[in-house]
Every structure is written in structure tokens, then in C-alpha cells.
């Protein structure tokens, strides 16, 4: 046969065909390089009156499976060869047998008869639970361990934690996760060359790039950043960029949440907090993630003062579980006075989070005639001390092991 004919016979797979031909030596081939033809061997010959080993266990598997020991080796690796042909299937046998205690148990003369595990309703009430035979339990025997539903433990943290701040008096306030740099920034008195503002530290927006700002309030913030305005402050000084202010970004602290909440609610008293998940440029470690959460609380009042607030935080904290808490002195743009908190734990002082008054120049703004207390916790961290867990990731991988060995706990 001319391999053109085959070539027509089987377009696509002529190919495939004379390679299995030669390699089975049912053919040789004869001719030039322009023309070749093929003719069959004394061994093709005879096939054809007979079924070849690959063709014959093909249709034995077209009846269902085949064992691999049932097959000869040399036809699977060629029916590999070709992709798709055939599939392995991994099948486990087990076979069970008696032990010589079985056995003899066995010829001892057991009888099948049915045992009751549970008394139900209908036992009780029919009488049948006088006639029916009961199922002995061993108390020493193994058991499977079994966990009681429970929720991740940043889940119940935050629902402790809103329930120890609403007990308290306190409403929950919220704000959007895109900010423009005025609202997460410059309105609370942070300079537009403050570090905090670079690329390497906050995350930028594409889309939006720009948010429009309210032109009054732009106004107001302007003179307070440049000059102090009417505040009594002198300001940052410099020049005042409303494009800088209305860059995108998401926001860097929970701080905003209660910058919007004084501007809707600006006159005393007013008690509010929050749990926001805020974002930073961080490398990923142990202690650090790009995206985490605060708890926020501010306090309106014509009374508020240092000693309200280190009294509120030590408050919060003794009903979480921590009776030993110290405050320090620290640096904040937008409070003054203000302070680090600190709790001791397993034998050293854990930094938890910071505080502080509102300074003039973050509230004249909004008209606010009384002192605001300001505080921003670390939530992660605090879940972290509540469990002894050492490593932040933990708190966010789907582990179900972590999860059942996690202690259920109730605080206050």
C-alpha cells in the first residue's frame, strides 16, 4: 500500500498507524524518499486471521475492569503509550479473618439477638422497656473525641468586646474603608510632609485617584494646617496642597471612624467605639499584617479629662482579664496630652495601644466646645494575649485543629 492511500484512509492518523505497524514488525516499508509503500510481513499475515495481545485485552476491558496482575506487562506500557487509551484505577482489597479468640468465641455458642442502646418515648410509654434486652456500656472503652461548635476566636472577641463597651454606655460608630487623605489625615492635624503620608506606607488608590472635599471645611483645615487659624496654634506653616488632600487611600487607622463620628455629633456628651479594619504597607511576620484591626473609642464630655481616660482604659482592660496596666508618656499629631498603654503578661509589659485628648486643632473644625478623649487598641494583639497565641497569621488560617483546641472563655 502507497502511504498516501493510508494517509487518505486515515487522515490525522496515518502516522500513529505506520509507527505501530514497524514497531510490531506486521510491516516493512520499501521505496524512494518521494514515494514509500508498505507491505505485510509473514507475522501481519497471520494477524489477520487472529486477534493481536493488545486487541484482545482492549476487549476485555470493554466488559469491565482488568486486573493488572491478569494483563501481560509489555501490552499495558504500549496501551500507555497512547494517550488516553486506558486509565489505572488503584483498588484496596482487605480480607478479614478471626483471631483464636474470635474463633473461640465463635464456637461457644453466640446467638444473635437485638439490644437496646436508647430508652425512647414510645419504650417508656408502650411498657416494651420491661421486655427488651439493654446494651452493656463499658465506661473504659475509647471514645472519639468530640468539640463543641464554636466561632473564631477574633468573632468572639469583637462580640465581647462590643458587649463590655455597649454595657458601658457606649454607641457603635463605622466610616468607610476609602478615604481621602483629608479625612485620614489632614483634618487631624497630621503635616502633609509627615512620613506617615509616603508610598511605602499607606496604599494609594488608582480608581479613584481623587475624592472631591467639602469646600467650607477645606477652607478651615487649610488655615489650621498653614497657620493654626483661629485656634491659638501656629500651625505646620508652609503651603497647604488640596490635591495631596484629596488622594485616595485605604485608611491607615481607625482614627477617621471617630473624626466622622465628632463632625455628626459634635456636642457633649457622646461615648462611641468601634472595631475597624484598617490598612498599611507591612511586612508580613509573627507580630505584623498589611491589613488588621483597632478598637476605637472617643468620650465627649465637659468633665473629660487625663484622669478619665487612663480610668476608662484600665476599666476595659481589668474586665478582659488584665488587672495589671500602665500607662507612658507619648507623641500623637492630633493629641495632646498623650499616651502608650501597656499590660503585663507572662512576665513582661505588652504594648497594646495608644491614647489621648484631641488637640484644638483637630475639633475647632467641627465646633466642638468640650475636651475629647481618644483612644485606638490593638485588636489582633489583644486576641493574641487572650489565647497565647504566637504567631498573627494563626488568627486568619482556616484551621480546624486550631479551632477545636481553642478554649471557650467569657470575660466580666
Given amino acids: 500500500m502507497e502511504l498516501g492511500d493510508l494517509a487518505a484512509a486515515i487522515p490525522g492518523e496515518d502516522n500513529i498507524a505506520v509507527g505501530w505497524l514497524m514497531r510490531k514488525r506486521l510491516a516493512v516499508m520499501s521505496g524512494g524518499e518521494r514515494e514509500k509503500s508498505m507491505a ?5 499475515r497471520e494477524a489477520l486471521s487472529a486477534q493481536m495481545p493488545d486487541e484482545a485485552l482492549i476487549a476485555r476491558m470493554l466488559a469491565g475492569p482488568v486486573s493488572e496482575g491478569e494483563c501481560d506487562p509489555k501490552v499495558v506500557k504500549d496501551l500507555k503509550g497512547r494517550k488516553g487509551m486506558i486509565k489505572e484505577v488503584v483498588v484496596t482489597e482487605r480480607t478479614i479473618t478471626l483471631t483464636a479468640d474470635g474463633v473461640a468465641a465463635a464456637r461457644s455458642g453466640i446467638v444473635p439477638k ?35 461548635a464554636k466561632k473564631n476566636p477574633l468573632t468572639r472577641l469583637g462580640n465581647e468586646v462590643r458587649r463590655l463597651f455597649t454595657e458601658m454606655g457606649f454607641t ?23 512620613p506617615a503620608r509616603d508610598m511605602q506606607d499607606t496604599f494609594y488608590l488608582e480608581n479613584p485617584a481623587r475624592i472631591v472635599l467639602d469646600d467650607d471645611l477645606v477652607a478651615t483645615v487649610r488655615a489650621i494646617q498653614e497657620s493654626g487659624g483661629d485656634t491659638g496654634s501656629t500651625g505646620w506653616g508652609g503651603e497647604w496642597s488640596e490635591e495631596k488632600a484629596s488622594a485616595a487611600v485605604l485608611r491607615t487607622h481607625s482614627t477617621v471612624s471617630s473624626i466622622k463620628y465628632i463632625a455628626a455629633h459634635p456636642d457633649a456628651p457622646q461615648k462611641a467605639f468601634s472595631i475597624s479594619r484598617i490598612f498599611r504597607k507591612e511586612s508580613i511576620d509573627a507580630t505584623h499584617l498589611p491589613e488588621f484591626s483597632q478598637i476605637e473609642g472617643i468620650v465627649i464630655d465637659e468633665n473629660a479629662n487625663l484622669d478619665m481616660l487612663v480610668s476608662l482604659i484600665r476599666e476595659f482592660y481589668a474586665r ?85 483546641r481553642n478554649r471557650v472563655f467569657r470575660v466580666g
Avoid at 505485510?40 to 501481519?44: A, H, K, V
Avoid at 457603635?172 to 509627615?194: A, T
Avoid at 473644625?365 to 504567631?391: N, Q, S, Y
Fill in 114 to 148: 437485638e439490644e437496646v442502646a436508647d430508652v425512647t418515648d414510645e419504650l417508656v410509654q408502650s411498657g416494651k422497656w420491661k421486655e427488651v434486652e439493654y446494651r452493656r456500656y463499658d465506661v473504659s472503652t475509647f471514645a472519639p473525641a468530640t468539640y463543641a
Fill in 172 to 194: 457603635e460608630m463605622s466610616s468607610e474603608y476609602v478615604q481621602p487623605c483629608f479625612w485620614n489625615m489632614d483634618v487631624l492635624f497630621i503635616p502633609q510632609d509627615h
Fill in 320 to 404: 478582659m482579664g488584665f488587672d495589671q496596666i500602665r500607662v507612658r508618656p507619648a507623641y500623637f499629631p492630633y493629641t495632646e496630652p498623650s499616651l502608650e498603654l501597656e499590660v503585663f503578661f507572662n512576665g513582661k509589659w505588652m504594648e497594646l495601644g495608644g491614647a489621648g485628648i484631641f488637640r484644638p486643632e483637630v475639633l475647632a473644625p467641627f465646633g466642638v466646645r468640650h475636651p475629647v478623649l481618644a483612644w485606638g487598641f490593638g485588636f489582633e494583639r489583644l486576641a493574641m494575649l487572650k489565647w497565647g497565641i504566637t504567631d498573627i497569621r494563626d488568627l486568619y488560617f482556616s484551621d480546624t485543629d486550631l479551632l477545636k
Fill in 40 to 44: 505485510l510481513t509473514d507475522l501481519g
